[in-house]
């Protein structure tokens, strides 16, 4: 059993606690937690303090995007590559936004919320605008996580509106941090072992949002715009422009292969990868740093109209040199998807036909007939491969010491 410090967030709870934390040089509340734990123990001389450090630092992942555009989805999809479902955190708050998994921990940066939704109605701002947000404390906790250190997080409830008590949060391999704000403060943009933002059109957010809101949830045209209007200017200063850190984005636009559509039904996806990223590899079709256009043999992948379209290349974005895989089009069997899974290179799959295997494994969840589902699938992998890098240097680094 070790005894390990525990970093909480301020307090929620206007009522005071029996136990009464003491406030640390970072800022943070720290108390004594017992927990049973599979980390190192050091003992100071002469007192029995007792510490508790990870063996393996946690690697944090970033994912970025406005509201309603697949970060869950996107979510289910990685921490199924890794395996095991992801679950709210068992026996605590119902309204958790944290999913755990077999090796990841996902949080939401919602819960980051410095605001609850009367006092964000109050000094008229939304969600998005930084002034809503705790940043200091975002990036002490997700820094103390990644140095093996527990923290307690705050939690906002979705439901109610308001901050609830915090819930403990344990080192993890890996860190998910998804929200509006993962690459908005520069402390924890820098704290990122792999960034992504999901970049969707305002013609095609607009069409998912009409089809949700008015089909599911009742809303009219115009309320739908309205909102879409409010959210505009925060969005444009304070989201969209974090996606030039990202080291890989999905795009998604409005078909190019039916003139003038504005259903949204059929997608243009574009994976762009940035280029001299530590430990990944972008993606390729047949050859690599080559421009390509690629129309599928119509006998071998089935596909309805307007039928499905390939490219790749290198191109430029934001100042950095990238590679660019894209997709327009869908397809009509899961199962063919081999055909263009064998065209690809650098995918990171263990064994031949995974990318195919984890498609059809979620063929239900959203995007799984066009390109968010397949490139959602190989970015998921390549966070693996990642993650097995990092390990591997990180076990090697003391090897490399002794040498020299």
Not at 35 to 61: D, L, N, P
């Amino acid at each position: 059993m070790a005894i390990c410090t525990v970093y909480t967030g301020r307090s929620l709870n206007p009522t005071p606690s029996i136990s009464t934390p003491t406030k640390t040089h970072l800022g943070f509340h720290q108390k004594q937690v017992v927990f049973y734990s599979t980390c190192k123990k050091t003992a100071r001389r002469g007192g029995g303090t007792i510490t508790c450090s990870a063996e393996t630092k946690t690697v944090v992942i970033g994912l970025a995007a406005d509201s309603g555009c697949g970060k869950s989805t996107f979510m289910r999809r990685l921490t199924s590559v890794f395996g095991g479902a992801a679950e709210p955190p068992k026996g605590g708050n119902p309204d958790s936004n944290t999913l755990i998994s077999d090796m990841t921990t996902v949080i939401c940066l919602d819960d980051y919320h410095s605001l609850d939704r009367t006092g964000r109605k109050e000094k008229g701002v939304t969600a998005l605008d930084p002034r809503a947000n705790d940043f200091d404390l975002m990036y002490e906790q997700v820094k103390a996580i990644k140095d093996g250190v527990a923290v307690e997080k705050p939690i906002y409830n979705h439901v109610t509106g308001l901050l609830d008590p915090p819930e403990l949060i344990k080192p993890p391999k890996i860190l998910v941090i998804e929200g509006l704000h993962p690459m908005y403060d520069g402390r924890v943009r820098d704290l990122l072992d792999f960034s992504i933002y999901l970049d969707i059109s305002n013609e095609v957010k607009f069409a998912w949002k009409i089809q949700r809101d008015m089909a599911e949830r009742g809303h009219s045209l115009e309320s739908i715009k309205a909102s879409i209007e409010a959210r505009k200017p925060d969005f444009d200063a304070y989201i969209d422009p974090q996606k030039q850190y990202a080291d890989a984005v999905i795009e998604v636009l409005p078909t190019q292969l039916i003139p003038d559509d504005n259903e949204g039904k059929v997608l243009r996806v574009r994976l762009i990868m940035k280029e001299g990223v530590k430990f990944f590899n972008p993606v390729y079709l047949f050859d690599e740093g080559s421009t390509i256009s690629w129309i599928p043999c119509g006998r071998k992948l089935t596909c309805s109209y307007p039928g499905i379209k390939f490219s790749y290349g290198p191109d430029a974005y934001f100042g950095h040199e990238v590679s660019v895989l894209e997709m327009d089009g869908q397809f009509d069997r899961l199962d063919e998807l081999i055909y263009v899974e064998s065209h690809l290179s650098n995918i990171s799959t263990k064994f031949y036909g995974e990318v195919t295997q984890q498609m059809l494994k979620h063929g239900d969840f959203p995007g799984s007939n066009n390109g968010t589902g397949l490139f959602q699938t190989i970015v998921g992998l390549k966070i693996r491969d990642l993650f097995e890098q990092i390990v591997a240097s990180k076990a090697a680094a003391p090897l490399e010491a002794t040498k020299a």
